[in-house]
Nanobody, 127 residues
Framework: QVQLVESGGGSVQAGGSLRLSCTVSTTSERPFSRAGMGWFRQAPGKEREFVAGIIYNSASTYYADSVKGRFTISRDNAKGTLYLQMNTLKSEDTAVYYC?????????????????WGQGTQVTVSS
C-alpha cells in the first residue's frame, strides 16, 4: 500500500516562507527511490495545477513559471520524503498543496501521469 502524507502547511503573510514535506510509504514493487514526484496545488473553484516536479534521482527538476525562482523542490530518498521550500510567498499561492507519485521514474506536469496522491495541506498567504 502506497501512502503519501503532506505536512507543513499553514498561514503566513505575503513575503514569508513555508516548507512543505511529503512522507511517502511505499512497497517493494513501487519504491520511492524509483518514482518521479511532483507538487500540485488547487485553489477554490480551480483545477489542480502543476507546481514543481523532480525525477527519481533528483538530477532534474521542473517548475511552473509562476513559482520559478521562489520555490525549490527536493527529495531525500533515504528518508522517503519530498520537500517544497516556498519563499517570497504571494496571496496567489494560496491553495491546497498535494504531493503526487508519478507512474514512472520521471516527473510530469500532467495530473493524469500520477497514480498516488496525498490528502493535501492548506497554504494561506495573506497580503
Amino acid at each position: 500500500q502506497v501512502q503519501l502524507v503532506e505536512s507543513g502547511g499553514g498561514s503566513v503573510q505575503a513575503g514569508g516562507s513555508l516548507r512543505l514535506s511529503c512522507t511517502v510509504s511505499t512497497t517493494s514493487e513501487r519504491p520511492f527511490s524509483r518514482a518521479g514526484m511532483g507538487w500540485f496545488r488547487q485553489a477554490p473553484g480551480k483545477e489542480r495545477e502543476f507546481v514543481a516536479g523532480i525525477i527519481y534521482n533528483s538530477a532534474s527538476t521542473y517548475y511552473a513559471d509562476s513559482v520559478k525562482g521562489r520555490f525549490t523542490i527536493s527529495r531525500d530518498n533515504a528518508k522517503g520524503t519530498l520537500y517544497l521550500q516556498m519563499n517570497t510567498l504571494k496571496s496567489e499561492d494560496t491553495a491546497v498543496y498535494y504531493c503526487g507519485m508519478a507512474k514512472t521514474i520521471l516527473t510530469s506536469r500532467l495530473v493524469s501521469n500520477y497514480d498516488y496522491w496525498g490528502q493535501g495541506t492548506q497554504v494561506t498567504v495573506s497580503s
